[in-house]
């Protein structure tokens, strides 16, 4: 059904009392010993949660002091007990967040992925995948911003001539081509170390790479979008119309800075795996 598109499925992983310390997560699933999980708790920041049809769910099935080596993976169907609601958030309005609560909701047994209490590795697999996205998306907005740019600065006229003719102005879209050049380099890099280890089983630089480029591409576009914000002026500050692009870009730099690792978890994951 999600693959030919008939039903949505969204990944229900961060809560209040832990994002991306995943070992703090207190959603439960206990054994009804009738075949089925009772599952309670909240999850929160879920992409695309309101319109989910079923939720790839991290619960508790082992104690809290378990801590990572007590969680599951768990399908979860919208179904009695299961709430949504949206979050109105800074920027990234399209990715319908929502707070997801799950009150003693019924879930057969068979609806685990993987073994209990073994969640974790797969999910952190998975994290590659969702980092590797994120960065995809943060690139296409950096081209993006660049593009606009360059359109606006070649149609906008100062003192005489278009903007692009003013060297402060030339130079802040070189600058913005180089960041976003080399992150665009390391994204082709890592989608071809991607292609021949899909899993990062054999090739162990590849979490290491993913954390560190994801870095490196929110610096990139925090700097990109406050560039071209400075190029539209006024119009970026504007939703809709001429800089609405810009604004729209400017809005959702910080849910690539936090969203699927924060800066500063990438770059201790990274040096955890330099083993310094």
């Known amino acids: 059904e999600v693959q030919n598109g008939s039903k949505l499925i969204s990944l229900a992983i961060s809560e209040l009392s832990g994002g991306s310390d995943v070992a703090q997560l207190k959603t439960t699933a206990v054994k009804d010993g009738k075949g089925n999980y009772i599952v309670n708790g909240n ?9 989910a049809d079923y939720f790839v769910t991290m619960v508790r099935t082992g104690s809290q002091k378990d801590a990572r080596f007590g969680l599951s993976l768990l399908l979860i169907p ?7 609601s949206k979050l109105l958030m800074q920027g990234a309005e399209l990715n319908d967040t929502a707070a997801v609560t ?9 609806y685990l992925i993987g ?8 999910l952190m697999l998975n994290f590659n995948f969702e980092r590797f996205m994120v960065v995809c998306d943060m690139v296409t907005s950096m081209r993006r911003a660049i593009e606009e740019s360059i359109k606006w600065a ?12 003013h060297q402060v102005i030339r130079h802040k879209i070189a600058h913005m081509s180089r960041r976003c050049i ?11 170390q991607l292609s021949h280890d899909t899993y990062g089983q054999n090739d162990k630089s590849i979490a290491r790479n993913v954390a560190l480029l994801k870095v490196q591409c929110s610096k990139a576009l925090q700097y990109i979008a406050i560039e071209a914000s400075q190029i539209f002026g006024g119009r970026s500050y504007v939703r809709g119309g001429r800089g609405g692009i810009i604004d729209e870009i400017y809005r959702g730099v910080r849910a690539s800075a936090i969203a699927a690792g924060s800066e500063e978890i990438m770059l201790n994951l990274a040096m955890k795996q330099a083993k310094l």
Do not use: D, Q
Not at 43 to 51: E, L, Q, S, V
Not at 102 to 110: A, K, M
Not at 115 to 122: L, Q, S, V, Y
């Open 102 to 110: 799950f009150h003693n909701v019924i879930v057969p047994e068979h």
């Open 115 to 122: 073994k209990e209490n073994e969640g974790f590795k797969p």
């Open 182 to 192: 080399a992150c665009h380099s390391m994204l082709e890099r890592i989608a071809y």
């Open 78 to 84: 919208r179904t009695k007990g299961v709430y949504t």
């Open 43 to 51: 999850k929160y920041w879920i992409t695309g949660g309101c319109r």
């Open 154 to 165: 070649k149609e906008r006229k100062t003192f005489g001539k278009p903007l692009i003719k």
